[in-house]
């Protein structure tokens, strides 16, 4: 029982990802490569946070396939993917601190990221390194 919770917990953690990293490559994409309506709603975007989370989106999909066929190293990845948006908030805050344009919004895409990925490495982690640990 406990491992087909385990299981669903898991497909549900990918699903998540994958779609998170589809979404991110859709949105990002848009403002980068097409001159049109996704680029001027963009407003005052700031490229380093955009191209980041961008490449981060490849990565939030290869994790995501990771996680549904429980591969330990989704762990790591997803520990890596958390770190990196927790420091590229923190440039973010720097940029906004040293009087760079900005869009409100995105401290607020910022904060879900680093949610959505800070549960997803900590829930991974949980479910695929804590909990086969504690079986044994």
């Keep these: 029982m406990k491992n087909s919770k ?3 917990g898991l497909k549900i953690i990918a699903t998540i990802a994958i779609l998170f990293g ?16 996704g680029r001027a709603a963009a407003g005052n ?3 380093f946070v955009l191209w980041t989370n961008f490449l981060l989106g490849f990565a939030y999909i290869i ?3 990771g996680i549904w066929l ?14 990196i948006t927790f420091i ?3 440039a973010l805050g720097l940029h906004i601190n040293a009087g760079g344009s900005f869009e409100p919004r ?3 895409a910022m904060v879900l990221r680093l949610g959505v990925w800070t549960f997803i490495a900590i829930a991974t ?3 695929l390194i804590r909990h086969d640990y504690a079986i044994k």
């Design 6 to 8: 385990k299981c669903i």
């Design 22 to 37: 589809l979404l991110t490559l859709k949105s990002g994409g848009e403002v980068l490569f097409i001159d049109g309506a």
């Design 45 to 47: 975007y700031v490229p």
């Design 63 to 65: 994790a995501g396939i």
């Design 70 to 83: 429980q591969k330990p190293w989704a762990v790591t990845l997803a520990i890596i993917i958390a770190t």
């Design 88 to 90: 590229l908030f923190i």
């Design 106 to 108: 995105t401290i607020k």
């Design 125 to 127: 982690y949980i479910r």
